[in-house]
């Protein structure tokens, strides 16, 4: 198969749910995601998005098969940074480049942006995601702990 | 000693590179700060600000001896989410609840914002910070790695 990468719109809605939902699978944490499909629309696709995202398409099925979510961060010893939130691929299409494709993609557009820096995580046992990283140049940092506090109210 | 938390102001900005520096020193990369004084006021006191800031201020000589360093991140499971970039109390101040003072108005500020999670990171031998923010409720995260792609051109 084909495919290409391109910026998301707001018709690629329910395929970046979607595929959001696949990851919390992956990631044994279904019942994490609280994110609804009108939420994933207004918070991308509104008058101030709060993020950014790229699909991978097939260039044959013209289906979404990957997507790369990135927003702005703010590093204060490097300025502007880029995060990059989610890359996945369909389950079925692995191992086709297109992980790898996304994240080029990701990383040209944090050097179009003139971001100092682009940041992400990953799981301590997901060891084919940390290949691809460390292939790219990235630097996979293990002295520090993710904090979070939630709010339930 | 007694203090007050309030919004940063654009003459805040020299204290606010001075104390990310104290940090950068603490976490024994000084080098890795490459972020200027013009940078860090642009970047927060202009017409999109990049990051919010809180600063703790000494009621008697009004300096500012801490501060906690905020911008909005997004997270595919939970929405609008807060990040807590720094937190950062000089070190002859320490000891006298400033810097838990700083992360309740940082926590106050997320409620007020409607976000569903505060983050941050923390280095894992800041045994100090650890037991701090579990005070607070958080939960650290071990099996996550911080990844990160420098752009150096």
Redesign the interface.
Known sequence: MGFIIRDAVRSDVSDIHRL?KE??VFEE?EN????SLE??AN?GFGDQP??HCFVAEDSETHKVVGIA?T??????????AL?L??LIVEVEHRGKGIGSALLDHV?SY??SIK???????????NTNA?AL?ES??????????????????
């Open positions: 959001i990851l919390a944490a994490e995601m609280v994110l939420e994933v918070d709060l993020y979510l927003y702005l961060r703010y590093s204060t010893w490097k300025g502007k995060h939130e989610d990383i944090g050097k971001v100092r820096r682009i940041g992400w995580e990953v799981l301590d046992w940390i990283y790219k140049g990235a630097k996979v940092l293990k002295n520090w702990y993710v904090v979070q506090l939630e709010n339930n109210e």
